[in-house]
């Protein structure tokens, strides 16, 4: 995914329409509001409702978080990345995600947006339900608290200066966008690179 030019000012135009344009773009107070009541009631009815405990819903929560990480990772390295060669597929990955390489401080575009978020969510939770039942209840919350963290991560990298003790993530996030997009495919963590060996070296900041 490269751009001979990369963008620190502006914005991109993805869609003709001016409501489509406006649907491509959102405030993580606005995904804050949607996604912070359906945790706090999909933990409550599970509880509640499906007998559920305490420590259960914890560590399912926790699990739920770290699987976030793992699949951020995935997702950012083979699918944001993907190289397509079809005209139509590079069109879906750049509005996917090449827009945000080629203009990374766009601000309006470093959470997806309401209503493919509410979508994709929902789909991930049905499959999370036929796998683990009402387990899902904890589990997802936790999956959702990640995406939410990333998301929160991946703002305030664009968007401010990095604290002493985060340094390293808000080193490797801009060695992805300007000096090797093939490495720090994590934003909100830098476990899974340290995994999969894919973090950028410290010679190139």
Known sequence: MHFDKIKNKGQARLF???????????HPL?????YVPIIALMLYYGAAYKGLSVGSEVL????????????????????????AESERARKFIYTLHGVHHEYPR????????????LII???????????MGWYA?????GFVFGYMMYGSMHY????????????????????????????????????WDVIFRTVPKKEKA
């Open 16 to 26: 003709k329409s001016d409501y489509m344009e406006m649907m491509t773009k959102t």
């Open 106 to 117: 766009d601000k309006e575009r470093l959470f997806m947006p309401p209503v493919p978020s």
């Open 30 to 34: 606005v995904i804050y509001s949607i």
């Open 137 to 141: 209840l904890a589990f997802f919350p």
């Open 60 to 83: 399912l929560f926790a699990g739920g978080a770290l699987f976030w990480s793992l699949f951020e990772y995935v997702m950012h390295r083979y699918l944001f990345h993907f190289m």
């Open 156 to 191: 305030a990298i664009h968007a401010f200066a990095p604290p002493r003790f985060l340094k390293a993530l808000w080193r490797n996030h801009p060695l992805h966008h300007y000096k090797e997009e093939n490495k720090g495919f994590g934003v909100s963590s830098v476990l």
């Open 121 to 131: 969510a929902s789909l991930i939770f049905l499959l999370m339900y036929a796998a």
